[in-house]
C-alpha cells in the first residue's frame, strides 16, 4: 500500500492520526517512508540536508579523540551507533583510528532497511580489517563495555504536538475530510495536563494561547532500552536542541518542528508525505530528567564548538589547510550561528572513574 494511503486509512479507520504517529509513517513507512525508501541519499549534491558527519571526517576524527580519552577511564572496547545514516561515520572512524585500537565490535542499529543496505555497501568498500568488526544488530540488550554514539537520532524520534487554546491544552491531531488531510485537536487527558502544568512550573512561564510545542514521549523507551539493557558504558548524543527553559520560550511559539527538502525548509507537510524530512528540535532537559530516573550521570551538556575544539579539530584540519571544501565545513561545524551552539552534546555513562576530567565548558544549569 502507499504511502498516502496507508496514512488516509488510518485517518479514516481511527477517525485521525496523532502526530507522532503521522510522524512514524512518513520517516519509517517501508519502502516509501522518507528514510526507508530506495532512493534516500546523504550524499552531498542529493540529500535534503547536511549532517556533520557527512560536513568533514575531522568530525569523526573528534569523536575518536574522545573515545580514545575515555578508553584511558574505561574499559570500552565496542562501538554501537544508533541511526548510522549513509555509513559516513562509521567509515570514518574506522579508517581513521590507530590500528592498535579498532574496536573489538562496531555495531549498527538502523531502524530504516534501505538505509542498512547503503551503510554495507558503502563499509564494504573499506579495508578488510576495518570492515570486519562492523555487524549490524537489531538490539542493544547485552552488548557491554561500550561507547554508545547517536548523531542526530533523537530529532527523528517521532514527538507529539500541542496546543494551547482558550486556556485549554489539546493534541493536534490529523484527521481527514473528502481525500484531504487537516489538522484538527483533541482534549489532552488529565495526565498529559498534569505534565504540561509541571513544565510551566519548571519554566516558570504559564503558555500562552495559540502556543504550539512539542513533547516527545518515545525518548524514555528508548533510552530505558540502554539503561537496562547495557553494562558499562558512555554515551554520546549529538543533536540540535535546547534546554526546556529556552525551547519553551515564550517567543517560540509555533515550536521546532521542521520540513527539509533540497536543502530548504517547507510548509506544507500533506504535500507528497515521504518526500521530505521531519525533525523536532531535541528537549534535553527531557532526556536529562530521564537519565536521573535511572541513575545515571550526567557527565556533561555541552556545545558542539566546546566538544569539537576540545577534541582537537583544528590541530586536526591543518591537513586541509588548503582544501576550501573542508575550510568551510569547518566554519559550519564551528560557527555559534550555524552548527555550532544549535549543536549540543550530551555525555552520559552509568559509572566512571572520578579522576576522569571533561575539559568542555559544561552547561549543564540550562537543563
Ligand atoms: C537525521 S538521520 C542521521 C544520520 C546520521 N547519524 C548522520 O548524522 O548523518 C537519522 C537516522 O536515525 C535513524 N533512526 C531513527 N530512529 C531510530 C531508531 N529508533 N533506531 C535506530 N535508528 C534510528 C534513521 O533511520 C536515520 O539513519
Redesign the pocket.
Known amino acids: 500500500m502507499s504511502l498516502l494511503k496507508k496514512i488516509h486509512a488510518k485517518a479514516e479507520q481511527d477517525g485521525f492520526i496523532t502526530f507522532d504517529q503521522y510522524m512514524d509513517l512518513c520517516?519509517?513507512y517501508p519502502n516509501h517512508g522518507y528514510?526507508?525508501n530506495k532512493n534516500i541519499s546523504?550524499e552531498k549534491n542529493k540529500s535534503d540536508?547536511i549532517?556533520?558527519?557527512?560536513l568533514s571526517s575531522v568530525y569523526a576524527e573528534s569523536i575518536i579523540e574522545f573515545y580514545l580519552n575515555c578508553k584511558k577511564f574505561k574499559n570500552i572496547n565496542n562501538i554501537v551507533?544508533?541511526?548510522?545514516?549513509?555509513g559516513?561515520?562509521a567509515c570514518n572512524f574506522l579508517k581513521n583510528i590507530d590500528r592498535n585500537f579498532i574496536p573489538k565490535k562496531y555495531f549498527i542499529?538502523?531502524?530504516?532497511l534501505h538505509?542498512r543496505k547503503q551503510q554495507k555497501e558503502k563499509i564494504n568498500k573499506i579495508l578488510k580489517d576495518e570492515r570486519n568488526v562492523v555487524e549490524w544488530i537489531d538490539d542493544i540488550a547485552k552488548i557491554n563495555d561500550v561507547f554508545i554514539i547517536?548523531?542526530?537520532?533523537f530529532?527523528?524520534?517521532p514527538s507529539k504536538i500541542f496546543i494551547k487554546d482558550n486556556n485549554n491544552f489539546y493534541e493536534r491531531v490529523i484527521k481527514i475530510k473528502n481525500n484531504t488531510l487537516y489538522f484538527s485537536k483533541i482534549a489532552c487527558n488529565k495526565n498529559v495536563k498534569n505534565l504540561i502544568k509541571k513544565i510551566e512550573e519548571r519554566i516558570n512561564m504559564k503558555f500562552p494561547n495559540n502556543y504550539m510545542f512539542e513533547i516527545n514521549f518515545q525518548y524514555e523507551k528508548?533510552l530505558e532500552d540502554i539503561f537496562n539493557g547495557v553494562n558499562n558504558f558512555i554515551f554520546f548524543i549529538a543533536d540540535y536542541g535546547y534546554g526546556e527553559k529556552e525551547l519553551f520560550h515564550k517567543d517560540r511559539n509555533f515550536g521546532t518542528l521542521q520540513f527539509y527538502k533540497n536543502h530548504e525548509k517547507i510548509k506544507n507537510c500533506f504535500n507528497n508525505p515521504g518526500s521530505f524530512?521531519i525533525?523536532i528540535s531535541v528537549d534535553f532537559s527531557n532526556l536529562a530528567r530521564i537519565i536521573k530516573k535511572h541513575n545515571i550521570a550526567l557527565l556533561s551538556y555541552t556545545t558542539q564548538t566546546e566538544f569539537l575544539i576540545n577534541t582537537k579539530i583544528v590541530e586536526n584540519s591543518i591537513k586541509y589547510s588548503k582544501d576550501i571544501d573542508e575550510i568551510n565545513a569547518l566554519k559550519t561545524l564551528l560557527f555559534p550561528t550555524d552548527m555550532g551552539e544549535n549543536f549540543k552534546i550530551m555525555l552520559l555513562c552509568d559509572n566512571m572513574n572520578s579522576e576522569f576530567n571533561i575539559p568542555f565548558k559544561d552547561y549543564r544549569h540550562k537543563l
Open positions: 520517516l519509517y528514510y526507508d546523504f540536508f549532517t556533520a558527519p557527512e551507533e544508533f541511526g548510522a545514516g549513509s559516513e561515520l542499529i538502523e531502524k530504516s538505509l547517536a548523531n542526530e537520532v530529532d527523528a524520534i528508548f524530512d525533525s
